[in-house]
């Protein structure tokens, strides 16, 4: 077989590996990478090929099949051989001698899942990396946010209510560099043969 039809075959074998990356998942991580919505991440994996091999990125979410993001051969990429559907302007790998890049730009809730390096050594597939990305969405600190905002508004709004009802609030102030004396009468309940004096020394 030529190097065409080898690569062609390999990346074909990539369905076959969907069964190994779903044990994967279920076993452990490697590493959680935290971000927010928007923001930049780089996966870094090494080569542990001493010769030019085929290698690619893979993305598996918990919900939906693995699809591939980007392959090389050595330190060259290969145009085309990625699944369908994939941003690619998002997506920028880097193939060197000792190790390959993928970085995400701008990345969203969706982006959310397992990353995986896998070398292809022969008839071997190798997982060398695998990283578990958590997209924090700005969804929820704007919920968080608005719930902040609406609770300050209910709380001014029954406090103005609650001093509408007859509880008057007396303040007094001492001038010539006295602090501020407030004297607060709460009245619960008024009555008209009550009346309140205060007389201040």
């Not at 030529?2 to 590996?17: E, R, Y």
């Not at 990345?107 to 959310?112: L, M």
């Not at 597939?125 to 609770?151: D, K, Y």
């Amino acid at each position: 077989l030529d190097l065409t039809s080898t690569l062609t075959a390999n990346v074909t074998s990539l369905t076959c590996v969907c069964v190994l990356v779903r044990l994967l998942d279920s076993l452990s991580v490697s590493q959680t990478v935290e971000v927010e919505a928007g923001d930049t991440v780089t996966f870094s994996c090494r080569n542990v090929s001493d010769v030019p091999t085929l290698s690619t990125w893979m993305r598996a979410g918990r919900t939906s099949k693995p699809f591939v993001i980007s392959t090389g051969y050595g330190t060259s990429p290969l145009t085309g051989r990625h699944s369908d559907g994939i941003q690619q302007s998002r997506f920028v790998a880097e193939y060197g001698a000792s190790f390959i890049n993928l970085a995400i730009m701008k990345v969203s809730s969706s982006d959310s899942g397992w990353y995986y390096c896998l070398f292809y050594l022969g008839m071997d597939v190798v997982v060398v990396n695998s990283t578990w990305l958590l997209v924090h969405g700005l969804f929820g600190s704007a919920v968080i946010i608005l719930v902040l905002v609406i609770g300050g508004l209910v709380f001014r709004i029954a406090h103005q209510r609650k001093l509408r009802k007859g509880q008057p609030s007396l303040s007094y102030r001492f001038n010539h560099g006295v602090p501020l004396f407030k004297l607060r009468i709460h009245v619960r309940k008024i009555s008209s043969a009550l009346i309140f004096f205060i007389n201040i020394f």
